[in-house]
């Protein structure tokens, strides 16, 4: 089915390891973005790419980076996870902002 | 900058009363608007979104939207609550004519059912 795959579901780190979000569209479309949320907070941007080959901060980007790999590819890294990392993550993309798709999240735990 | 206020972070209703949850968003130029709900531990669905067409929008699930230019307002009613409309919901704004522009996420309102 077409949409957003964001891997791994689940996942536990100790405070000072590191992973790597994936996130996949088969939708061809230009933009993809990071959010991460938290009770009471919504939904929070950390980063973004407006096309293929540029990214751009959010709101909440300390602590983390972005890979635009390809077209379809956008990973999320956490160098050193810290137990504020604690949170929901999720991947969406849009063609023109018209629609956007979101994928199923990443449940992160950091203890 | 583009914003979302969501009054009420929990919205309590009775089995068959109307549901009202209030969007109010912040845009210097005319926005797209969106309803999101998510029901626990799963991801976000689409309810309903507003691209500058009809002012009244209807979506999934007897839900419905009036994008009120004057009032800056996107308020979602649905006129008789079913105990599976709990869940949460999320207003959403975007930037018409940026395609790239990313969406911009109330904090949420918590609806509650009783039966």
């Known amino acids: 089915n077409a949409g957003v795959t964001q891997t791994p579901k689940f996942q536990v780190l100790k405070t000072g390891q590191s992973m790597t979000l994936q996130c996949a569209q088969d939708?061809?479309?230009?933009?993809m973005y990071w959010y991460r949320q938290d009770p009471g907070m919504g939904l929070r941007l950390i980063y973004y790419?407006?096309?293929?080959?540029?990214?751009d901060k959010g709101e909440v980007p300390n602590g983390y980076n972005v890979s635009r790999l390809n077209k379809r590819e956008f990973s999320l890294r956490l160098e050193s996870a810290a137990p504020s990392q604690t949170s929901v993550y999720f991947c969406?993309?849009?063609?023109?902002?018209?629609?956007?798709?979101f994928g199923s999240g990443t449940r992160l735990t950091v203890v | 900058a583009q914003s979302v206020t969501q009054l009420g972070s929990h919205v309590s209703v009775s089995e068959g009363a109307l549901v009202l949850l209030r969007c109010n968003y912040s845009s210097s130029v005319p926005p797209y608007l969106f309803w999101y709900v998510q029901y626990p531990n799963q991801g976000l669905q689409l309810l309903l979104k507003?691209?500058?067409?009809?002012?009244l929008v209807k979506g999934i699930n007897g839900f419905e939207a009036e994008f009120k230019k004057s009032e800056t307002s996107f308020h979602l009613t649905k006129p008789s609550a079913h105990m599976s409309d709990a869940a949460e919901y999320f207003c959403a704004v975007s930037e018409v004519g940026s395609g790239n522009t990313p969406l911009v996420f109330g904090k949420g309102t918590r609806l509650s059912v009783i039966a």
């Open positions: 507003y691209t500058s067409a009809a002012t």
């Open positions: 969406a993309s849009t063609w023109a902002g018209y629609g956007y798709t």
């Open positions: 939708m061809n479309h230009n933009s």
């Open positions: 790419s407006a096309s293929e080959g540029t990214t």
